[in-house]
T-cell receptor, first 111, second 113 residues
């Protein structure tokens, strides 16, 4: 039972354009959401997070949007840069419980 | 900066061998986790620990055990390695609290022949 889903296994975007990565969840109890970025042969690194009391959080080129009614989360990267090419995982948590991860989206930025 | 280190980056073992994967964190984090990452399956939680001597099963604990004798160290043990345990193993640690985030180690790529 996949509670956090990333339905696009891969995404290609032209350098300088906007990258939009999507994530859907089924558990309405989730109240904290995170995005991680992973390069090959490295561990995931934290990118940005959002609490369920907000609908948007920005950090530089990265913005996360939360639509609780649709149980949908998205990460916007603008402008996209070659160094953004990586696998992106969304993750969700309820209270102090463990994180539940999605299956990941491989983002490729085309120069 | 938080540092999570894993004892090996690459390991090759034979079926039936006992395998130890070690993880150490240097930030006095209460929580430690072991995940495995497989293509198309994302990160799946094997075991986690909220304190020394404590352990909790994650989503896929079968074939694994763990040990946490010291706060900074969390070991994953494959009692009898099998080929379906070939994977990338990732250790993580975090503070307690709701808004915590996990810090990951670099991963160990294990190949079981």
């Amino acid at each position: 039972d996949q509670q956090v889903k990333q339905n696009s296994p891969s995404l290609s975007v032209q350098e300088g354009r906007i990258s939009i990565l999507n994530c859907d969840y089924t558990n309405s109890m989730f109240d904290y959401f995170l995005w991680y970025k992973k390069y090959p042969a490295e561990g995931p690194t934290f990118l940005i997070s959002i609490s369920s009391i907000k609908d948007k959080n920005e950090d530089g080129r990265f913005t996360v949007f939360l639509n609780k009614s649709a149980k949908h989360l998205s990460l916007h990267i603008v402008p996209s840069q070659p160094g953004d090419s990586a696998v992106y995982f969304c993750a969700a948590r309820f209270g102090n419980e463990k994180l539940t991860f999605g299956t990941g989206t491989r983002l490729t930025i085309i120069p | 900066d938080v540092k999570v280190t894993q004892s090996s980056r690459y390991l090759v073992k034979r079926t039936g061998e006992k395998v130890f994967l070690e993880c150490v964190q240097d930030m006095d984090h209460e929580n430690m986790f072991w995940y495995r990452q497989d293509p198309g399956l994302g990160l799946r939680l094997i075991y986690f620990s909220y304190d020394v001597k404590m352990k909790e099963k994650g989503d896929i604990p079968e074939g694994y055990s763990v040990s946490r004798e010291k706060k900074e160290r969390f070991s994953l043990i494959l009692e009898s390695a099998s080929t379906n345990q070939t994977s990338m193993y990732l250790c993580a640690s975090s503070l307690g609290g709701q808004l915590k985030r996990e810090y990951f180690g670099p991963g160990t790529r294990l190949l079981v022949l």
